[in-house]
């Protein structure tokens, strides 16, 4: 059965740390990625571009990783059951 993406073709921050990516790569590497997800798992358009603008302003960002939880915020924002890890508040929930 097919899911429409290789989860094992990701690159991993491990990786990136020991060579070192163009950070224009690595944007439109994350973008394919979330493109390129199941419909059935993927969050509305609207959902993630208000995500990633949420995201844009937290001060727990680090380029494109959040710090609570080591995602890549384009990969976590992309999905629809996954939430913001932010104690105390998420800045956004999961996706009905």
């Known amino acids: 059965m097919s899911r429409g993406y290789d989860s094992r073709r990701a690159l991993c921050r491990r990786c990136l740390m020991e060579e070192a990516i163009d950070q224009a790569k ?11 997800l199941p419909e059935e798992i993927r969050a509305d358009e609207a959902v993630y571009q208000r995500r990633i603008a949420l995201c844009a302003q937290c001060p727990e960002r680090f380029e494109f990783t959040c710090r609570r939880c080591g995602c ?15 104690p ?5 929930v999961e996706q009905d």
Not at 88 to 92: A, R, S, T, V
């Open 26 to 36: 690595l944007a439109e590497y994350l973008d394919q990625y979330a493109a390129s």
């Open 72 to 86: 890549y915020i384009q990969a976590r924002a992309a999905k629809r059951r996954m939430r913001c890890p932010l």
């Open 88 to 92: 105390g508040g998420p800045l956004w």
